[in-house]
Each structure stands twice: as C-alpha cells, then as structure tokens.
C-alpha cells in the first residue's frame, strides 16, 4: 500500500515497506540493465518509475539505516529510467538529497554519484560533473571493490577526456583496463575500452579508434549487454564513416537504432540521428543530412542534453556554410559557440571556431574569422591537438590571404604542412595546405615556386579517399586554384 493511503498512525510504517519492497525491485531489474534481460528491465522499471522515486523519498528521511538504504536503491533504478528518457535535470537534486542520509563509502554512493555525474555531463554542468565523478572515484578507491573501481575510472576517464586533459583520462581508462582484464570482468572491460575510443576518436586515430570501439561492439554481444551494444555500435560507426563506408557505417547506425527504440532511450537515438546526418552530408545528400540533424537537436532538447545539442548546432552551421547559406548558418554557429563557452567544452569550442570561421570569411569577414581561428590555435596548441591544427592552420591562411598579408600565411602553411603526416586520414588537409602554399607563392610575385607547389596540391588530390571528398565541393575553388596555378596560368 502506499504511505500515502495508509491510516493515520501507519504512515511510518507503510513508507517503510514501500521504501523496502521498491528498493529490492529496483535493485533486481537494474543489475539486469546490462544482460539480456536489460530491455525487459528498464520497461519494469519505467512502468513503476513515479513509484521508485516516492518510495525513494519517503525512505531517505526514515531514522532507519536499512530503509535509507532501500530508498537509495529505489533511486538508483529510478535513475536509469530518467538517464534513458529526461529529463536530465531532476537527477543530480534526488541524488544529493539521498546521499545526504548515506555514510560515506558505500557503493550505493558511488553509485548515486556516477549518475549525477552522467546528468550533471548531459546538462553541461561540467563543474559539478568533475566534483561527482572525482568523489565517486575516491570512495570507490577506499571500498576496494575491483567492479565498482573500474566503473568509477570509466567515468571519470570520459569526463577528464571532454575536458581536454587527454594524459589524465587515458591513465585512468589504462588503469581500468589493467584492473578489468586479468580478473575477467567482461562488463567494466566493455565500458573501459569503448570510452577509451572516444579518446582515439578526439586525436583522430583512426587504428586505435578500431582497435577499442570493435572490442567494445564484441564484448557487448557476448555478454548480451543490449544497451551498451547499441552505444558502442554508434560508436563504431565512426571508424566505418572515418574509412569511407559510408553503407557499412549507415548499417551499423539502424542496428543501433532499432535497439535504442526496442529499448525506449530517447536520449541516443539523437546520437544515431546526429552521425546518420554527417553520412548523409558526405553523400551529398544535404536535405537528408538537414532531417537527422534537427532530429537529434529534437532529442537532445527533450531529454535536455545540452552538450550534444551545440555540437549539432555546430553540424547544422557547416551544413549552411557548404550550401553557402551564410546567414542562415551565423546564427547556428552563434548559439553552438555560447553553449560551448557556457559549458567548457573545449573540444566543442574548437569544432564550432573553425565553423564560424568559415561562416564569417566567406562573408567577407576575414578579420573576425581570423579572430575564431587564432583562439581554435592556441586552444589547440594547449591541449596538444596536433591533428586539428592543420585545417586551423589553413583557415588561418585563407583569412591571412584575404587581409593582404601572405608572408604570414605562409608560417602556418609551413607548419602544418609538417603535421599534417598522415597520408590517408589527412589526406584533404595536406591537399589543402599545398593549395595555400600555392595561392601564396603566387600573392608573393613567386610563380615557379608557386606552380611547383599547385603540381604537388593536384597530385595530393588525386588521393584523397571517398571519406573526405565532398570536401571538394564544398570548397571547389581550391582545387580550380591548384590546377590553374599547376598549368601556369593567371587568375582570372
């Protein structure tokens, strides 16, 4: 019975035995969240989601040890419910109001505060996103609890990676990795390695991206964790786009799908809905690619995940900016740039600079834009991103250019010609910087040194793979500029 139907006198005591009996539900169908059984569970829990929250509520305030603690379980069921559906905001107040009532360690805390971490992440309160995850991590260091360790690194691992301190998230995911492998824990080992990716995905390699996200996708099926299945599918769908698969990568996004939505997470099928559109751009489908992006800014504004939502923001301007929408595109880029700021994203910040900066150079702004690109640097330089700076160094060339100012152009042309190493996954932005080289041998009154370096840009186009080839239409006067200045002739 609830407490609040019980009679006058009775009320304690129902609350106890409601706090009770949905703390041992809870706790039954969340330890199943990550098996097969896991759609089964969350749609268990969803049916009694208004329950596990009051029975949450009545228990915390009980004098009684054993239903504070139901009702902290209760929570923690409830959590899972609202972290796959929003809204994200009501997590971390429920958490703190229960861990007020719990003695520290204890892996129900641990627990409670790696989920108002993952809300706090979600909303883009990174300060208190760190604060949780880095206090979850130190209990479960004094618990000495192998599992409930190597989950405490997996998070805080992801939050160290959005922050930009790549060094520290990576010791923490190796460190979790060290702990999870050799005592079989298949589901830590899960978590550890595909968050790991993320952090390959950031330094844009390619390999270790593969290595991670398909150990993730088969450790995921062998377990039979469905959830994490379709998270990590979603995931590797990036390496396929990264390769040029496009068909692979867009099979690998409706499997993903068709869990999310089996499952009832309206919180991911936004994150399927943000890489099918980067697909769907690169295909040269711009209406398409248009649809998936406002599909998951939909999303992400449902379940209120800010963070996601500037980086579709920012997706949407670069649609703009290739279909030279400029004034539709400006303010995009505007909204995605002041959440960044907001929130401290700075890989957020990064991609949504170099965005602006072309949004504002191709309209005729090439000292603001150089302004974007000049921070994107430096920014860059700080978190020891050396495979973006490249197509920075570019923007700031073309800008440099347009102000009347080759020489230097030239210094960021030069060395991110250096950087630029890899044959294939830079293969674009090699082409590109040669193109600059070029334009500005040629502003520079050079023409031989100007027509060695338009030879050399032509050949480097001829090898840029299908992944990155609607990069030519997005921009086709620089390839027109190297073939002209390859052939020796004049501008026009």
């Known amino acids: 019975a609830r407490a609040a139907d019980a009679a006058p006198g009775e009320s304690e005591g129902a609350s106890g035995r409601h706090a009770a009996f949905f703390g041992i539900y809870g706790d039954t169908w969340r330890r199943e969240l990550a098996g097969p059984a896991g759609p089964e569970g969350l749609r268990r829990l969803t049916l009694e989601e208004e329950n596990l929250l009051r029975a949450a509520e009545w228990g915390r305030e009980s004098p009684d040890m054993a239903a504070r603690e139901s009702a902290a379980r209760a929570l923690m069921a409830w959590t899972e419910v609202t972290t796959n559906r929003g809204p994200y905001t009501e997590i971390r107040p429920a958490c703190e109001a229960t861990l007020r009532g719990l003695p520290a360690p204890s ?12 809300a706090e992440f979600y909303v883009g309160a990174m300060p208190g996103c760190v604060e949780l995850a880095e206090s979850a991590l130190h209990e479960a260091r004094q618990l000495g609890d192998p599992k409930l360790l190597v989950k405490a690194l997996g998070w805080a691992g992801r939050v160290f990676t959005v922050q930009g301190d790549i060094p520290r998230a990576l010791s923490l995911f190796n460190e979790g990795e060290a702990i999870a492998r050799p005592a079989g824990d298949l589901l830590g ?17 390619v390999p270790l991206m593969a290595r991670d996200f398909s150990e993730a996708v088969r450790l995921a099926r062998e377990t039979g964790n469905r959830l994490g299945l379709a998270r990590h599918l979603t995931n ?3 390496v396929h786009r990264a390769r040029g698969e496009f068909d692979a990568a867009l099979a690998v996004y409706d499997e993903a799908e068709s869990i999310f939505r089996e499952i009832g997470n309206i919180a991911d099928i936004g994150a399927v809905a943000s890489n099918r559109g980067i697909i769907r751009y690169e295909l040269g489908d711009t209406g398409g690619a248009r649809e998936c992006f406002a599909d998951a800014a939909d999303s992400y504004r449902f379940v209120g995940n800010v963070q996601q939502l500037s980086v579709t923001l920012s997706n949407l301007a670069a649609l703009c900016c290739a279909e030279n929408e400029i004034k539709r595109g400006l303010p ?3 909204e995605a740039i002041r959440v960044a700021r907001e929130l401290n994203l700075p890989h957020s910040i990064l991609m949504c600079l170099n965005t602006r900066a072309s949004l504002l150079r191709n309209d005729g702004r090439p000292l603001e834009a150089l302004a974007d690109v000049e921070e994107g640097i430096a920014l860059a330089r700080k978190m020891d991103l050396r495979r973006d700076l490249p197509s920075f160094f570019t923007s700031a060339a073309a800008s440099l250019l347009a102000l009347g100012r080759p020489d230097e152009a030239r210094k960021f042309v030069e060395e991110g010609i250096e950087l630029a190493d890899l044959p294939v996954e830079q293969a674009y932005e090699r082409f590109d910087l040669r193109t600059h080289l070029a334009l500005i041998e040629e502003a520079c009154g050079r023409p031989a040194e100007a027509r060695r370096a338009g030879e050399e840009a032509v050949k480097l ?23 002209r200045i390859a052939a020796g002739l004049p501008p026009a």
């Open 107 to 118: 892996e129900i805390r641990v627990s409670l505060q790696l989920s108002a971490s993952r």
């Open 189 to 205: 080992l899960c978590n550890i390695v595909g968050m790991r990716g993320t952090v390959h995905h950031e330094l844009r390699d």
């Open 236 to 238: 590797y769908g990036t």
């Open 332 to 334: 995009y880029a505007e």
């Open 461 to 483: 186009a001829a090898l840029v793979p299908k992944a990155q080839a609607r990069r030519f239409k997005d921009e086709p006067g620089l390839l027109r500029a190297a073939e």
